[in-house]
């Protein structure tokens, strides 16, 4: 016996059939995503990081179902992340904005309360590839995901440089796999 065990969806053990691969072969691969800015400067022609989110998951074969911009206020935010997933046609939710310290950074705090479970390993691995980068300044960001019922949300930071990142690294790498660990209840298809 080598000791090698395949792994399951979430890197531990299990049988071949539940392998990690195998829930990534499976995975949807085009998605339709909605892009919601929090930005209470920002229009559809001066938001930068809406658009270089939406050209990443056009670019890896997605669509971008909607596109939002909305001030930094809780209920504002939680309209438009509520409208996106009350959308039939849409599995994932990427908000961009809104996820520091600062007083007026009141994301999270608009989207909790919206989300049945929380993926907390894609903030502690944003914030570990920031640190990379940035160095000590990446502890100030909030960026988090979870899920609501099938549905995925992912809450970026604003910056240009975060964005890249987190769509490079850890978004487009895992976002079929995410929704399709999701949403096993309602039997998406790849």
């Avoid at 930068?48 to 998951?57: P, V």
């Avoid at 504002?76 to 994932?92: F, K, Q």
């Avoid at 502890?139 to 609501?148: E, N, P, T, Y």
């Avoid at 987190?166 to 660990?181: D, Q, S, Y």
């Amino acid at each position: 016996m080598s000791g090698r065990q395949d792994q399951d969806s979430t890197g531990h053990g299990g049988g071949e059939a539940g392998g990690l691969h195998a829930h990534r072969e499976a995975a949807p691969r085009s998605l339709a995503v909605a892009v919601v800015t929090v930005s209470d400067t920002r229009t559809l022609a001066t938001d930068t990081g809406g658009a270089s989110i939406a050209d990443a998951l056009e670019g890896a074969g997605h669509s971008v179902a909607r596109r939002t911009i909305v001030p930094d206020e809780i209920e504002a935010i939680r309209a438009a992340v509520t409208e996106s997933l009350d959308d039939d046609g849409v599995v994932a939710v990427i908000v961009t904005g809104g996820t520091g310290v600062a007083p007026r950074d009141v994301t999270p705090e608009a989207i909790a309360p919206l989300l049945d479970r929380e993926v907390p390993g894609f903030g502690e691995l944003f914030r570990m590839l920031s640190f990379e980068e940035i160095g000590p300044a990446a502890m100030l960001s909030r960026a988090f995901a979870g899920l609501r019922g099938e549905k995925v949300v992912i809450a970026l930071p604003g910056s240009r440089g975060a964005i890249r990142l987190a769509m490079e690294r850890l978004v487009l790498p895992e976002i079929g796999h995410l929704v399709g660990e999701g949403g096993k209840h309602v039997g998406l298809k790849p």
